[in-house]
């Protein structure tokens, strides 16, 4: 990983940032989930970022009612 982050320095960036904005979207999940008193969160936020497909991240934001209210 080393070798690559040398190579290609900005390449590693993407991941590092699309990683901390899967976890703000988890927490904002998480929040409103815990509002509607979910069993299992983790499964929940799992199941719904899978049958979302893959998307920007404000769509996925904008779809976390949608799915709560749904489910």
């Known amino acids: 990983m080393y070798y690559q982050l040398i190579e290609e320095p900005c390449n590693f960036f993407e991941y590092f940032f699309s990683y901390y904005r899967l976890l703000a979207l988890k927490e904002k ?17 799992h199941k719904f ?23």
């Open 29 to 45: 999940f998480i929040l409103q989930a815990e509002d509607k008193n979910y069993a299992n969160v983790d499964y929940q936020f």
């Open 49 to 71: 970022y899978l049958e979302t497909g893959p998307a920007p991240f404000y769509i996925l934001e904008d779809q976390i009612p949608i799915y709560l209210n749904n489910n």
